[in-house]
Protein backbone atom coordinates (compact mmCIF):
# COMPACT_ATOMS: atom_id res chain seq x y z
CA UNK A 1 0.00 0.00 0.00
CA UNK A 2 1.53 3.14 -0.92
CA UNK A 3 0.24 6.65 0.98
CA UNK A 4 1.45 10.09 -0.62
CA UNK A 5 1.63 13.13 2.26
CA UNK A 6 0.75 16.80 1.71
CA UNK A 7 1.09 19.38 3.42
CA UNK A 8 -0.46 23.46 1.62
CA UNK A 9 -1.73 25.53 5.01
CA UNK A 10 -2.24 29.24 5.29
CA UNK A 11 -4.49 31.62 7.36
CA UNK A 12 -4.45 34.31 4.97
CA UNK A 13 -5.48 37.81 6.47
CA UNK A 14 -6.60 39.99 3.42
CA UNK A 15 -6.32 42.83 4.88
CA UNK A 16 -2.98 42.94 5.69
CA UNK A 17 -0.57 45.03 3.65
CA UNK A 18 1.82 42.61 2.01
CA UNK A 19 1.04 39.90 -0.42
CA UNK A 20 1.52 36.38 0.09
CA UNK A 21 4.67 35.26 -2.25
CA UNK A 22 7.03 33.15 -3.30
CA UNK A 23 9.94 34.86 -1.37
CA UNK A 24 7.68 34.97 1.72
CA UNK A 25 6.96 31.32 2.07
CA UNK A 26 9.84 29.59 0.38
CA UNK A 27 12.56 29.52 3.31
CA UNK A 28 10.39 27.13 5.40
CA UNK A 29 9.61 24.80 3.08
CA UNK A 30 9.92 21.36 3.40
CA UNK A 31 10.14 18.56 0.55
CA UNK A 32 10.37 14.67 0.70
CA UNK A 33 11.83 13.16 3.45
CA UNK A 34 12.49 16.40 5.29
CA UNK A 35 9.19 16.94 5.98
CA UNK A 36 9.03 13.65 8.15
CA UNK A 37 12.40 14.40 9.73
CA UNK A 38 11.08 18.34 10.79
CA UNK A 39 7.71 17.26 11.61
CA UNK A 40 7.77 13.86 13.33
CA UNK A 41 7.96 14.08 17.11
CA UNK A 42 5.63 17.41 17.22
CA UNK A 43 1.79 17.86 17.98
CA UNK A 44 0.66 18.17 14.21
CA UNK A 45 -1.42 16.72 11.30
CA UNK A 46 1.63 15.04 9.39
CA UNK A 47 2.96 13.64 12.95
CA UNK A 48 -0.86 12.19 13.52
CA UNK A 49 -0.41 11.15 9.79
CA UNK A 50 2.78 8.87 10.69
CA UNK A 51 1.50 7.79 13.79
CA UNK A 52 -0.92 5.48 12.27
CA UNK A 53 0.67 4.57 8.96
CA UNK A 54 4.65 4.06 10.58
CA UNK A 55 3.27 0.49 12.40
CA UNK A 56 2.31 -0.69 9.08
CA UNK A 57 5.28 -2.60 7.44
CA UNK A 58 3.09 -3.09 4.28
CA UNK A 59 2.86 0.72 3.79
CA UNK A 60 5.07 3.12 2.26
CA UNK A 61 4.72 6.92 2.66
CA UNK A 62 5.01 9.03 0.10
CA UNK A 63 6.33 12.93 1.39
CA UNK A 64 5.56 15.29 -0.90
CA UNK A 65 5.97 18.75 0.19
CA UNK A 66 5.39 20.96 3.33
CA UNK A 67 4.12 24.64 2.99
CA UNK A 68 3.12 26.76 5.80
CA UNK A 69 3.40 30.22 7.11
CA UNK A 70 6.45 32.40 7.71
CA UNK A 71 7.15 33.49 11.13
CA UNK A 72 5.69 36.83 11.72
CA UNK A 73 3.27 39.32 10.61
CA UNK A 74 0.21 37.94 8.47
CA UNK A 75 0.41 38.24 5.00
CA UNK A 76 -2.26 39.13 3.03
CA UNK A 77 -3.81 37.77 -0.76
CA UNK A 78 -1.58 34.84 -2.43
CA UNK A 79 0.11 36.18 -5.65
CA UNK A 80 -0.86 33.68 -8.39
CA UNK A 81 2.47 32.31 -9.14
CA UNK A 82 2.74 31.59 -5.40
CA UNK A 83 -0.07 29.61 -5.02
CA UNK A 84 0.30 27.64 -8.32
CA UNK A 85 4.23 26.69 -7.81
CA UNK A 86 3.50 24.69 -4.65
CA UNK A 87 0.26 23.33 -6.45
CA UNK A 88 2.23 22.62 -9.37
CA UNK A 89 5.02 20.82 -6.94
CA UNK A 90 2.33 19.02 -5.68
CA UNK A 91 1.21 17.59 -8.72
CA UNK A 92 4.30 16.73 -9.97
CA UNK A 93 5.27 14.91 -7.00
CA UNK A 94 2.01 12.78 -7.01
CA UNK A 95 2.73 12.29 -10.76
CA UNK A 96 6.75 10.53 -10.16
CA UNK A 97 5.59 9.30 -6.99
CA UNK A 98 3.50 6.27 -9.86
CA UNK A 99 0.69 4.12 -8.38
CA UNK A 100 -0.75 5.43 -5.19
CA UNK A 101 -3.60 3.88 -2.78
CA UNK A 102 -4.49 7.03 -1.17
CA UNK A 103 -3.55 10.94 -0.34
CA UNK A 104 -3.66 12.51 2.49
CA UNK A 105 -3.60 16.37 2.67
CA UNK A 106 -3.15 18.53 5.39
CA UNK A 107 -4.93 22.33 4.77
CA UNK A 108 -6.04 25.11 6.51
CA UNK A 109 -9.07 26.16 4.56
CA UNK A 110 -8.48 30.02 5.78
CA UNK A 111 -6.01 30.43 2.45
CA UNK A 112 -7.10 33.41 0.14
CA UNK A 113 -5.58 33.73 -3.58
CA UNK A 114 -5.54 36.52 -6.53
CA UNK A 115 -8.09 35.29 -8.87
CA UNK A 116 -8.67 31.67 -7.10
CA UNK A 117 -12.11 32.36 -5.32
CA UNK A 118 -11.96 28.65 -3.41
CA UNK A 119 -7.97 27.84 -2.92
CA UNK A 120 -8.06 24.53 -0.86
CA UNK A 121 -10.90 23.23 -2.90
CA UNK A 122 -8.73 24.13 -6.01
CA UNK A 123 -6.20 22.07 -4.30
CA UNK A 124 -7.94 19.10 -4.00
CA UNK A 125 -9.11 19.44 -7.92
CA UNK A 126 -5.72 19.53 -9.03
CA UNK A 127 -5.10 16.56 -6.81
CA UNK A 128 -7.27 14.60 -8.45
CA UNK A 129 -6.30 15.27 -12.21
CA UNK A 130 -3.55 13.27 -10.94
CA UNK A 131 -4.63 10.66 -9.03
CA UNK A 132 -7.82 9.53 -10.38
CA UNK A 133 -10.39 8.09 -7.49
CA UNK A 134 -8.72 7.19 -5.34
CA UNK A 135 -9.43 8.13 -1.21
CA UNK A 136 -8.01 11.46 -0.28
CA UNK A 137 -8.98 12.68 3.03
CA UNK A 138 -8.05 16.46 4.09
CA UNK A 139 -7.74 17.82 7.64
CA UNK A 140 -8.49 21.22 8.31
CA UNK A 141 -7.97 24.26 11.29
CA UNK A 142 -10.82 25.23 12.94
CA UNK A 143 -10.69 28.41 11.26
CA UNK A 144 -11.69 26.84 8.00
CA UNK A 145 -13.93 29.26 5.29
CA UNK A 146 -15.33 26.42 2.77
CA UNK A 147 -18.01 25.34 1.22
CA UNK A 148 -19.42 21.86 -0.92
CA UNK A 149 -16.54 22.13 -3.53
CA UNK A 150 -14.14 20.85 -1.13
CA UNK A 151 -16.30 18.20 0.05
CA UNK A 152 -17.36 17.32 -3.79
CA UNK A 153 -13.70 16.97 -4.15
CA UNK A 154 -12.40 14.71 -1.31
CA UNK A 155 -13.70 11.81 0.51
CA UNK A 156 -13.30 13.05 3.96
CA UNK A 157 -12.88 16.16 5.87
CA UNK A 158 -11.87 16.29 9.09
CA UNK A 159 -11.35 19.32 11.26
CA UNK A 160 -10.31 20.73 14.37
CA UNK A 161 -12.31 20.95 17.45
CA UNK A 162 -10.33 22.65 19.72
CA UNK A 163 -9.26 26.48 20.25
CA UNK A 164 -6.49 26.36 21.54
CA UNK A 165 -5.33 23.46 18.84
CA UNK A 166 -4.65 20.36 20.85
CA UNK A 167 -5.69 18.11 19.03
CA UNK A 168 -3.98 18.31 15.16
CA UNK A 169 -2.47 15.25 15.97
CA UNK A 170 -5.27 13.37 16.92
CA UNK A 171 -7.05 14.69 13.50
CA UNK A 172 -4.37 13.56 11.74
CA UNK A 173 -4.90 10.17 12.96
CA UNK A 174 -8.11 10.31 12.46
CA UNK A 175 -7.79 11.04 8.87
CA UNK A 176 -5.29 8.15 8.38
CA UNK A 177 -7.43 5.55 10.30
CA UNK A 178 -9.94 6.61 7.68
CA UNK A 179 -7.80 6.46 4.87
CA UNK A 180 -6.81 2.93 5.87
CA UNK A 181 -10.53 1.57 6.46
CA UNK A 182 -11.43 2.83 3.17
CA UNK A 183 -9.16 1.92 0.96
CA UNK A 184 -9.73 -1.47 2.40
CA UNK A 185 -13.27 -1.68 2.14
CA UNK A 186 -13.99 -1.69 6.37
CA UNK A 187 -15.93 1.99 5.42
CA UNK A 188 -17.52 4.31 2.99
CA UNK A 189 -17.09 7.63 3.64
CA UNK A 190 -19.83 10.03 2.62
CA UNK A 191 -20.18 13.60 3.86
CA UNK A 192 -22.32 16.46 3.71
CA UNK A 193 -21.80 20.04 4.54
CA UNK A 194 -24.07 23.07 5.66
CA UNK A 195 -23.47 26.53 6.04
CA UNK A 196 -24.94 28.89 8.83
CA UNK A 197 -24.21 31.63 7.09
CA UNK A 198 -22.17 32.88 10.76
CA UNK A 199 -19.07 35.03 10.43
CA UNK A 200 -17.54 35.82 13.72
CA UNK A 201 -14.47 37.41 15.00
CA UNK A 202 -11.66 34.59 16.50
CA UNK A 203 -11.62 35.58 19.88
CA UNK A 204 -14.93 34.40 20.65
CA UNK A 205 -14.49 31.19 19.30
CA UNK A 206 -12.64 29.59 21.86
CA UNK A 207 -14.06 25.63 22.05
CA UNK A 208 -14.21 25.18 25.94
CA UNK A 209 -16.37 28.04 26.32
CA UNK A 210 -19.32 29.11 25.58
CA UNK A 211 -20.67 29.07 22.51
CA UNK A 212 -18.65 27.38 20.43
CA UNK A 213 -18.61 24.41 23.25
CA UNK A 214 -22.64 24.08 22.70
CA UNK A 215 -21.73 23.48 19.18
CA UNK A 216 -18.68 20.79 19.75
CA UNK A 217 -20.38 18.86 22.24
CA UNK A 218 -23.34 18.25 19.69
CA UNK A 219 -20.10 17.10 17.44
CA UNK A 220 -18.77 14.67 20.07
CA UNK A 221 -22.76 13.12 20.71
CA UNK A 222 -23.35 12.75 17.20
CA UNK A 223 -19.89 11.11 16.93
CA UNK A 224 -21.40 8.25 19.06
CA UNK A 225 -23.60 7.48 16.34
CA UNK A 226 -22.41 3.93 15.55
CA UNK A 227 -22.62 4.90 11.32
CA UNK A 228 -21.16 8.44 12.16
CA UNK A 229 -17.02 8.77 11.53
CA UNK A 230 -16.43 12.65 11.91
CA UNK A 231 -18.60 15.26 12.67
CA UNK A 232 -16.56 19.06 12.59
CA UNK A 233 -18.04 22.56 12.64
CA UNK A 234 -15.56 25.62 11.50
CA UNK A 235 -16.29 28.46 12.80
CA UNK A 236 -14.32 30.12 10.02
CA UNK A 237 -11.97 33.33 9.71
CA UNK A 238 -13.53 36.40 9.16
CA UNK A 239 -10.23 38.21 8.03
CA UNK A 240 -10.17 36.42 4.68
CA UNK A 241 -12.44 38.63 2.70
CA UNK A 242 -13.53 35.21 0.45
CA UNK A 243 -16.94 34.10 -1.36
CA UNK A 244 -17.25 31.01 1.28
CA UNK A 245 -16.33 33.20 4.35
CA UNK A 246 -18.16 32.15 7.84
CA UNK A 247 -18.61 29.03 9.32
CA UNK A 248 -18.90 25.24 7.84
CA UNK A 249 -20.76 21.90 9.58
CA UNK A 250 -19.33 18.90 8.07
CA UNK A 251 -20.55 15.50 8.78
CA UNK A 252 -18.98 12.55 7.25
CA UNK A 253 -20.75 8.97 7.91
CA UNK A 254 -20.95 5.36 6.33
CA UNK A 255 -22.60 5.74 3.63
CA UNK A 256 -25.39 7.37 5.05
CA UNK A 257 -25.94 10.58 3.19
CA UNK A 258 -29.39 11.33 4.46
CA UNK A 259 -27.71 11.15 8.07
CA UNK A 260 -24.89 13.18 7.26
CA UNK A 261 -27.22 16.15 5.83
CA UNK A 262 -29.34 15.33 9.04
CA UNK A 263 -26.62 16.16 11.72
CA UNK A 264 -25.45 19.38 9.92
CA UNK A 265 -29.16 20.60 9.39
CA UNK A 266 -29.74 20.27 13.35
CA UNK A 267 -25.82 21.88 14.62
CA UNK A 268 -26.30 24.85 12.52
CA UNK A 269 -30.07 25.52 13.56
CA UNK A 270 -28.15 25.54 16.87
CA UNK A 271 -25.74 28.03 15.87
CA UNK A 272 -27.42 30.29 13.76
CA UNK A 273 -29.40 30.57 17.58
CA UNK A 274 -25.92 31.65 18.56
CA UNK A 275 -25.06 34.26 16.08
CA UNK A 276 -25.31 36.74 18.72
CA UNK A 277 -22.96 35.55 21.35
CA UNK A 278 -20.16 34.72 18.28
CA UNK A 279 -20.50 38.65 17.42
CA UNK A 280 -20.05 40.61 20.95
CA UNK A 281 -18.78 43.73 22.40
CA UNK A 282 -16.23 44.19 24.16
CA UNK A 283 -14.59 47.27 25.74
CA UNK A 284 -12.72 49.76 23.99
CA UNK A 285 -9.05 49.60 24.96
CA UNK A 286 -8.84 53.22 27.38
CA UNK A 287 -11.75 51.49 28.96
CA UNK A 288 -10.38 48.32 29.28
CA UNK A 289 -6.72 49.05 30.74
CA UNK A 290 -8.96 51.43 33.05
CA UNK A 291 -11.00 47.81 34.33
CA UNK A 292 -7.95 45.73 34.12
CA UNK A 293 -5.95 48.08 36.54
CA UNK A 294 -8.76 48.48 38.92
CA UNK A 295 -9.22 44.16 38.56
CA UNK A 296 -5.18 44.71 39.51
CA UNK A 297 -5.89 47.00 42.41
CA UNK A 298 -8.76 44.75 43.79
CA UNK A 299 -6.12 41.52 44.08
CA UNK A 300 -7.95 39.85 41.63
CA UNK A 301 -4.87 39.34 39.14
CA UNK A 302 -2.41 38.49 37.35
CA UNK A 303 -4.54 40.01 34.50
CA UNK A 304 -3.85 38.89 30.49
CA UNK A 305 -4.88 41.76 28.29
CA UNK A 306 -5.94 39.53 24.71
CA UNK A 307 -5.90 41.70 22.08
CA UNK A 308 -6.64 40.42 19.14
CA UNK A 309 -7.13 42.84 16.65
CA UNK A 310 -3.28 42.95 16.13
CA UNK A 311 -2.27 41.05 12.42
CA UNK A 312 1.18 43.19 12.00
CA UNK A 313 2.60 43.19 15.67
CA UNK A 314 3.04 46.70 15.66
CA UNK A 315 0.27 48.32 17.18
CA UNK A 316 0.33 50.57 19.55
CA UNK A 317 -2.92 51.18 21.43
CA UNK A 318 -2.57 48.90 24.54
CA UNK A 319 0.86 50.12 25.37
CA UNK A 320 0.17 53.61 25.27
CA UNK A 321 -2.65 53.43 27.58
CA UNK A 322 -0.54 51.47 29.97
CA UNK A 323 2.02 54.14 30.01
CA UNK A 324 -0.90 56.86 30.07
CA UNK A 325 -2.62 55.67 32.98
CA UNK A 326 0.32 54.32 35.25
CA UNK A 327 -0.15 51.27 34.95
CA UNK A 328 2.64 48.45 36.62
CA UNK A 329 4.11 45.57 36.62
CA UNK A 330 2.72 44.84 32.90
CA UNK A 331 4.68 42.76 29.99
CA UNK A 332 4.52 43.05 26.21
CA UNK A 333 6.40 40.06 24.89
CA UNK A 334 6.14 42.26 21.23
CA UNK A 335 6.04 45.46 19.63
CA UNK A 336 7.34 44.79 15.94
CA UNK A 337 9.74 47.53 14.82
CA UNK A 338 12.45 45.90 12.76
CA UNK A 339 14.11 49.43 11.92
CA UNK A 340 14.19 50.28 16.31
CA UNK A 341 15.24 46.80 17.09
CA UNK A 342 18.54 47.57 14.28
CA UNK A 343 18.81 50.67 15.67
CA UNK A 344 18.99 49.54 19.47
CA UNK A 345 21.42 46.72 18.51
CA UNK A 346 24.09 48.78 16.56
CA UNK A 347 24.47 51.41 18.56
CA UNK A 348 23.68 49.80 22.24
CA UNK A 349 24.19 47.20 24.60
CA UNK A 350 23.04 45.48 27.43
CA UNK A 351 23.01 47.95 30.55
CA UNK A 352 22.49 50.93 28.41
CA UNK A 353 19.11 53.32 29.21
CA UNK A 354 17.95 54.50 26.35
CA UNK A 355 15.11 56.68 24.62
CA UNK A 356 13.21 55.73 21.34
CA UNK A 357 9.59 55.53 19.51
CA UNK A 358 8.75 52.02 18.54
CA UNK A 359 5.66 50.55 16.59
CA UNK A 360 3.09 52.50 15.06
CA UNK A 361 4.12 52.09 11.30
CA UNK A 362 2.82 49.20 9.52
CA UNK A 363 -0.53 50.35 8.61
CA UNK A 364 -3.61 52.69 9.21
CA UNK A 365 -4.93 50.55 12.13
CA UNK A 366 -1.44 50.68 14.04
CA UNK A 367 -1.53 54.05 16.41
CA UNK A 368 1.00 56.09 16.21
CA UNK A 369 4.57 55.37 17.60
CA UNK A 370 5.11 55.14 21.44
CA UNK A 371 7.65 57.14 22.66
CA UNK A 372 9.44 54.59 25.58
CA UNK A 373 12.47 55.52 28.32
CA UNK A 374 14.11 51.91 29.82
CA UNK A 375 17.20 49.67 30.36
CA UNK A 376 18.17 47.32 28.01
CA UNK A 377 18.31 43.79 29.30
CA UNK A 378 18.76 41.46 26.33
CA UNK A 379 19.33 41.86 22.79
CA UNK A 380 19.30 38.73 20.22
CA UNK A 381 18.15 36.10 18.52
CA UNK A 382 16.78 33.46 20.94
CA UNK A 383 15.94 29.76 20.00
CA UNK A 384 13.94 27.69 22.60
CA UNK A 385 11.61 25.38 23.12
CA UNK A 386 7.50 25.76 23.87
CA UNK A 387 6.79 24.22 27.00
CA UNK A 388 2.76 25.12 26.98
CA UNK A 389 0.18 22.54 25.51
CA UNK A 390 -0.04 23.52 22.17
CA UNK A 391 3.16 22.44 19.77
CA UNK A 392 4.88 21.46 22.90
CA UNK A 393 8.42 21.17 22.06
CA UNK A 394 8.67 22.84 18.95
CA UNK A 395 11.58 24.65 18.17
CA UNK A 396 11.32 28.26 17.24
CA UNK A 397 14.02 30.43 15.96
CA UNK A 398 13.50 34.48 16.50
CA UNK A 399 14.42 36.86 15.00
CA UNK A 400 16.36 39.80 16.17
CA UNK A 401 14.85 40.74 19.43
CA UNK A 402 15.75 43.90 22.54
CA UNK A 403 14.13 43.56 25.55
CA UNK A 404 13.73 46.93 27.46
CA UNK A 405 13.16 47.38 31.20
CA UNK A 406 10.79 50.34 31.72
CA UNK A 407 10.61 51.15 35.32
CA UNK A 408 8.14 49.82 37.70
CA UNK A 409 8.17 46.20 37.05
CA UNK A 410 7.11 46.95 33.34
CA UNK A 411 8.70 45.39 29.88
CA UNK A 412 8.32 45.50 26.41
CA UNK A 413 10.27 43.67 23.50
CA UNK A 414 11.29 45.52 20.52
CA UNK A 415 11.44 42.92 17.95
CA UNK A 416 12.60 42.33 13.76
CA UNK A 417 9.28 41.00 13.62
CA UNK A 418 5.74 39.98 15.05
CA UNK A 419 6.27 38.07 17.77
CA UNK A 420 3.98 36.56 20.99
CA UNK A 421 4.44 34.37 23.74
CA UNK A 422 1.36 31.87 23.96
CA UNK A 423 3.14 29.98 26.54
CA UNK A 424 6.09 31.27 29.04
CA UNK A 425 8.93 30.53 26.72
CA UNK A 426 8.63 33.72 24.82
CA UNK A 427 9.24 35.69 27.91
CA UNK A 428 11.95 33.43 29.84
CA UNK A 429 13.89 33.86 26.27
CA UNK A 430 13.53 37.53 26.25
CA UNK A 431 14.87 37.53 30.07
CA UNK A 432 11.87 38.47 31.03
CA UNK A 433 10.37 36.66 34.61
CA UNK A 434 6.56 36.38 33.92
CA UNK A 435 5.73 35.06 37.24
CA UNK A 436 6.47 38.61 38.47
CA UNK A 437 4.19 40.34 36.09
CA UNK A 438 0.87 41.79 37.09
CA UNK A 439 -0.55 42.41 33.56
CA UNK A 440 0.49 40.08 30.32
CA UNK A 441 -0.53 41.75 27.41
CA UNK A 442 -0.32 39.23 24.48
CA UNK A 443 -1.50 40.14 20.10
CA UNK A 444 -3.77 36.73 20.68
CA UNK A 445 -7.22 35.31 20.46
CA UNK A 446 -7.50 32.24 22.24
CA UNK A 447 -4.07 30.06 21.82
CA UNK A 448 -2.66 31.19 24.52
CA UNK A 449 -5.22 30.16 27.24
CA UNK A 450 -3.95 26.93 26.92
CA UNK A 451 -0.77 27.97 28.89
CA UNK A 452 -2.11 31.09 30.45
CA UNK A 453 -5.16 30.63 32.14
CA UNK A 454 -3.27 28.28 34.77
CA UNK A 455 -1.09 31.64 35.55
CA UNK A 456 -3.67 34.48 34.54
CA UNK A 457 -6.54 34.78 37.02
CA UNK A 458 -8.68 36.33 34.60
CA UNK A 459 -8.39 36.13 30.47
CA UNK A 460 -9.33 40.04 29.59
CA UNK A 461 -10.75 40.67 25.83
CA UNK A 462 -10.65 44.27 24.28
CA UNK A 463 -11.68 45.57 21.14
CA UNK A 464 -8.51 47.62 20.17
CA UNK A 465 -8.31 48.98 16.63
CA UNK A 466 -6.59 47.06 14.30
CA UNK A 467 -6.72 44.40 10.71
CA UNK A 468 -8.11 41.69 12.96
CA UNK A 469 -11.26 43.88 14.53
CA UNK A 470 -13.57 42.38 17.03
CA UNK A 471 -16.24 44.71 15.02
CA UNK A 472 -16.77 42.96 11.79
CA UNK A 473 -18.48 45.83 10.52
CA UNK A 474 -15.41 48.08 10.77
CA UNK A 475 -13.92 46.13 7.74
CA UNK A 476 -14.35 46.57 3.87
CA UNK A 477 -15.82 43.59 2.40
CA UNK A 478 -15.91 42.95 -1.39
CA UNK A 479 -16.19 39.47 -1.45
CA UNK A 480 -18.66 38.48 1.30
CA UNK A 481 -22.37 36.94 0.22
CA UNK A 482 -25.42 39.07 1.05
CA UNK A 483 -26.57 36.62 3.75
CA UNK A 484 -23.26 36.14 5.53
CA UNK A 485 -24.13 37.73 9.28
CA UNK A 486 -23.22 39.72 10.81
CA UNK A 487 -21.36 41.58 7.46
CA UNK A 488 -23.09 40.76 4.35
CA UNK A 489 -25.37 43.72 2.85
CA UNK A 490 -28.40 41.83 4.52
CA UNK A 491 -27.68 43.07 7.21
CA UNK A 492 -25.74 46.27 6.71
Known amino acids: MRIAIAQFSHETCTFCPDRTTIASLEPYVLRGRGMIRKLRGVPNYVNGFLNILEPYNNIEIVPIISVGMAPGPYTSWFTPECFNKYCTEIQQGLKQAGPLDGVLLALHGAMAVEGVPKPEAEIARRVRQIVGDI ?15 LTQ ?48 A ?10 MKTLYDMCRQWEEHEDVICVSVAPGFAYADVPDIGMSVIA ?24 ESLNQKLPKTKQAVSKVMQLIADKKGPVLIADGADRTGDSTHVLKELLAQGAQNFGIPGIADPQAAAYLAANHQVGDKVTI ?8 YSGDPVEVTGEIIFIGRPEYRLVGPMSKGRLVKEGLIVTLSLGNGNYVVVSERMRGSNDSSGFTAAQIDYQKLDIVVLKDRVHHRAFWDSYCNIDF ?18 NVPDNAYPIGKDYR
Request: some cysteine; proline content about 5%; glycine content about 4%.
Open 135 to 149: PVMVTLDLHANEDEE
Open 153 to 200: ATTAVFVLKTYPHLDSQEIGEAAAMCLLDTITGKVKPTQALKKPHIVS
Open 202 to 211: SIFQASDFHP
Open 252 to 275: VTDNDLELAQKITAEISATAWNLR
Open 357 to 364: KIGGWASE
Open 461 to 478: KIDAPGIGAVNLRSLKYE
